[in-house]
């Protein structure tokens, strides 16, 4: 069963228990909708990564729905290698490949998936590189790498598959200070390219002035969301307001 609206991913009741009584997530609804960039914000253990993992069926919800571009991720007919690999996941721990060179990394997707030759494969991940700045950190290997540096290099792995969207999981929280800016400032860059993201973050500065929506989860539950001017000056539920009274 196709979705009615155009949305690109479209989640309906999606619920997960993971064993009896640990409920993360509770019947949760969201959409997602082409160039937007959708923060996901709220307390620790509310079940933010747990939606975000699901969205491409890291996690099995236990029940509800996940539609992605009108398909049906439970349909036994869809392809969901095909509709994971249009959807970039970036990590909070990078997860490159340690004995791959920056260069390898970037390109062994795109050239075992996407069937693109070496030679194009490698010439786009060098015009990657070289929008990171890091064209001259193609051939060494990522333990050589600052972390804010491998999370960039993290990020452009995952657009060389050209995805049409970005899941993103905490990804500045494993980086020292000084490293958060580089990241978020790619991440703001693809933003203003249209790129559509979807951000599980810690980063408040970040959901206020990139985002188009923010969405507040507390429980295992989305408890209320908007755009970010209405969510951090006028939040509504309390549980909000208790969260941006420890956070801001
Ligand atoms: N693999 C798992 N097995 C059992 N319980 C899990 C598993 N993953 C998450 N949980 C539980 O599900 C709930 C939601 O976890 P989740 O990691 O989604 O929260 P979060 O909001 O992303 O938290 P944080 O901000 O600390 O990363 C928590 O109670 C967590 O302990």
């Known amino acids: 069963m196709a979705t009615s609206n155009n949305a690109l991913i479209s989640v309906r009741q999606l619920t997960k228990e993971f064993r009896r009584g640990v409920v ?45 571009d009108g398909a049906d991720l439970a349909d036994k007919s869809v392809n969901i290698d095909l509709h994971r690999q249009k959807m970039g996941m970036v990590f909070q721990h990078f997860n490159l490949f340690p004995h791959k060179t920056v260069l390898q990394n970037i390109t062994m997707a795109p050239v075992a998936l996407k069937k693109k030759t070496p030679q194009e494969a490698r010439q786009q991940a060098m015009t990657l590189l070289e929008r990171i700045g890091l064209a001259d950190k193609a051939d060494e290997y990522p333990n050589m790498l600052s972390g804010g540096q491998k999370q960039r290099i993290a990020i452009v792995r995952s657009l060389a598959m050209e995805p049409e969207v970005l899941l993103f999981d905490e990804p500045t929280s494993a980086l020292d200070p000084e490293m958060v800016g580089e990241v978020l400032d790619l991440m703001r860059s693809l933003a203003a390219d249209g790129m559509t993201m979807v951000v599980v973050t810690h980063e408040m500065g970040f959901a206020r002035e990139v985002a188009s929506r923010v969405v507040f989860m507390a429980d295992g539950r989305i408890l209320e969301e908007g755009a970010p001017a209405d969510l951090f000056d006028h939040p509504q539920d309390p549980r909000l307001k208790d969260f941006l009274s420890k956070v801001l």
Request: charged share 20%; net charge negative; proline share 4%.
């Open 24 to 68: 993360a997530l509770d019947h949760c609804d969201l959409e997602v909708y082409r160039g937007e960039v959708v923060a996901i914000i709220g307390p620790s253990g509310s079940g933010k990564s747990t939606l975000l993992r699901s969205l491409n069926l890291l996690e099995q919800p236990t029940s509800g729905a996940i539609y992605f």
